[in-house]
């Protein structure tokens, strides 16, 4: 696949990233044009975008105090197996855009952090080769780190792709299969309609991309492949797919509680609830307001399945929002695209550390020092909660 990654160096030292926001400028700084508004680009208007960053900050803590916090653990199970945070990479496509290192280095900064990663279909290098740099990694690190690699599933319109696809993934090791439910046609990313309104007025892309090396992929630097993406998806699907696929499954891309019970009934271990990033449906919920309906329509459900959350989170503080309201774990996409095409591997690193950091300090000032010491009294939803969806009411006899 032709690489569209630049070798220059962001003006900025790494030492002055101190959020995760920091990556954004130097990425913008060092990313071509096109790699740049393939990893910013959102949705229409970017209202899904809009809703995700600013859910988070709708949610307030209730903190504790003089709890002992000396020492704490952030440690979780994630599909029953520890991860040393409670987030996780969210699945990207395409890394090669954002750094020669491709997928397999941020495999390899996610195993030295102890944190799960979550490979894309549409990756870059072959998934067997992302798995030997995690297990290289490992080697180095004599497997004392207990993250894991999952794969993201696009299922292919051709069944027998996606038959030969599920068995390489799972020849290559990896824990759990996390299959995209919210792509039945690619969303329209607005910033790349003129993109490639403009390379056309230009008389063709200079840096036009190619699926050379991943067969597999329905989409490259978020442009469809003609004819990968299946409309025709069904929940009657996940019956062959289960019978190919032992390991746990996610469905990613839950966006209503209705779908969730669905998910249940179907055995499905977890659902990853997200709008994509903001990438795919105009005015979707974020994935914080789905989650208010699980709690609120069908509580049960957090006892059947794990439930995870990605999209718009910044500040490791906010991991700890989407806990206290019983998800398992939170995924985080874009800031680490910005940090490791800005600062490769020490960018990977650093954006671990500072989401880190903030979760540990955050326990500490809410007064836990276990996650599972996390409750739905030690944050304030009510924002969030007036404008949660509600059935409409039947109209009263006048
Ligand atoms: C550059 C980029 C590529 C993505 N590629 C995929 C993908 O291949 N498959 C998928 O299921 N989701 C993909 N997503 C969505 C992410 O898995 C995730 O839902 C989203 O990035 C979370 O939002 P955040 O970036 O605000 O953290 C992609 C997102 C971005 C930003």
């Not at 969210?90 to 890394?95: F, P």
């Not at 990663?117 to 798995?131: D, G, H, N, Q, R």
């Not at 032992?246 to 709008?275: C, F, H, M, R």
Request: with cysteine.
């Amino acid at each position: 696949m032709t690489s569209t990654t630049t070798t220059k160096k962001p003006s900025t030292n790494l030492a002055l990233c101190v959020t995760t926001d920091d990556f954004e400028a130097p990425a913008k700084e060092v990313l071509s044009e096109k790699s740049w508004v393939y990893v910013s680009s959102s949705a229409s208007s970017g209202l899904s975008l809009k809703a995700n960053l600013d859910d988070w900050s709708r949610i307030n803590f209730r903190p504790r105090i003089m709890r002992s916090v000396s020492s704490i653990n952030t440690n979780r199970a994630i599909l029953g197996q520890t991860s040393q945070l409670p987030f996780f990479v969210s699945a990207m496509g395409t890394l090669g855009n954002a750094h020669p290192g491709a997928e397999p280095l941020l495999a390899r900064g996610s195993t030295r952090k102890g944190l799960h990663m979550v490979v894309s279909t549409a990756t870059s290098k072959p998934l067997e080769e992302i798995m030997d740099a995690h297990q290289e990694e490992q080697n180095i690190l004599k497997n004392q780190s207990p993250s894991k690699l999952a794969f993201q599933l696009y299922v292919p319109v051709d069944r027998s792709k996606a038959l030969s696809l599920i068995r390489r993934v799972k020849a290559a090791g990896y824990q759990s299969l996390w299959i995209t439910v919210d792509t039945s046609v690619l969303g329209k990313r607005t910033a790349d309609r003129y993109l490639q309104a403009q390379e056309a007025l230009d008389q063709g892309a200079k840096e036009r991309e190619t699926a050379a090396e991943n067969e597999f992929s329905p989409a490259f630097g978020g442009r469809p492949v003609p004819g990968y993406l299946d409309p025709g998806l069904s929940w009657e699907d996940l019956a062959w797919i289960k019978q190919e696929w032992s390991g746990p499954i996610v469905l990613k891309g839950i966006q209503t509680v209705e779908d969730v019970k669905i998910a249940v009934e179907y055995g499905v271990q977890g659902v990853l609830l997200s709008n994509h990033g903001g990438r795919q449906i105009h005015s979707a919920p974020s994935a914080l307001m789905t989650l208010l309906e699980i709690r609120t329509y069908y509580p049960e459900a957090l006892d059947k399945l794990e439930v995870f959350l990605d999209g718009g989170l910044r500040d490791g503080a906010d991991v700890l929002k989407a806990l206290c309201l019983g998800a398992t774990a939170v995924g985080v996409g874009r800031p680490y695209f910005y940090a490791m095409a800005a600062y490769g591997m020490e960018g990977i690193e650093k954006c671990t550390d500072v989401l880190a950091e903030e979760v540990e300090i955050t326990m500490k000032m809410l007064g836990v020092s276990s996650l599972d010491q996390l409750r739905p009294e030690m944050v304030n939803t009510t924002r969030l909660l007036n404008d949660m969806w509600r059935p409409e009411i039947v109209r009263p006899r006048l």
